[in-house]
T-cell receptor, first 113, second 113 residues
């Protein structure tokens, strides 16, 4: 079974620039998550989708972050404009439904300089 | 508030010894507790999970115990091997509009040959 796919693996941008990350979940998984993992910390939920609807985006900095999951499959996470403190690994995860047995992608390591 | 505390933050053991990682959670309604292993530069991998209707679950050398009254759960690794070296994250389900996972800060386990 193919896992959660993410791209790019690495991205370096200057502050105030914009960046987008892409995620392809495991086939058939209705729930998709974006997490932010700052070095030395656990993953922090940014947004959770159920199919193409947002379930939870309470911790998403909506002034600069946006995410969409059109057609209920792939998802993109965008940051515009980026700040230095956005430097982190952005992890996508998916599960069949709800929070049970979520599987993570490799993540995108973002460095903002 | 939603909180998962994990301790210790680092642990070093000799190959063959046992390792125990402890987590506490704040939400008495939490009912799902997964554990993830993250090797350096790799994705978090689900290694074991437990639901609130059981007190203990085993899978080969790893086991998880749950004490709902005290709101804490633990991961036990027996006969540790160098390949067990990684960062281990506990997580707990939290209610708050929607059900989501809140992660601990992680514990770095080093198994010395």
């Amino acid at each position: 079974e193919a896992g959660v796919a993410q791209s790019p693996r690495y991205k370096i941008i200057e502050k105030r620039q914009s960046v987008a990350f892409w995620c392809n979940p495991i086939s058939g998984h209705a729930t998709l998550y974006w997490y932010q993992q700052i070095l030395g910390q656990g993953p922090k939920l940014l947004i959770q989708f159920q199919n193409n609807g947002v379930v939870d985006d309470s911790q998403l900095p909506k002034d600069r972050f946006s995410a969409e999951r059109l057609k209920g499959v792939d998802s993109t996470l965008k940051i515009q404009p980026a700040k230095l403190e956005d430097s982190a690994v952005y992890l996508c995860a998916s599960s069949l439904e709800g929070i049970i047995r979520a599987f993570f992608g490799q993540g995108t390591r973002l460095t903002v300089v | 508030g939603e909180n998962v505390e994990q301790h210790p933050s680092t642990l070093s053991v000799q190959e063959g010894d046992s390792a125990v990682i402890k987590c506490t959670y704040s939400d008495s309604a939490s009912n799902y507790f997964p554990w993830y292993k993250q090797e350096l530069g790799k994705r978090p991998q689900l290694i074991i999970d437990i639901r609130s209707n059981v007190g203990e679950k085993k899978d080969q050398r790893i086991a998880v115990t749950l004490n709902k009254t005290a709101k804490h759960f633990s991961l036990h690794i027996t006969e540790t091997q160098p390949e067990d070296s990684a960062v281990y994250f506990c997580a707990a389900s939290m209610q708050g509009g929607s059900e989501k996972l809140v992660f601990g800060k992680g514990m770095k386990l080093t198994v010395n040959p």
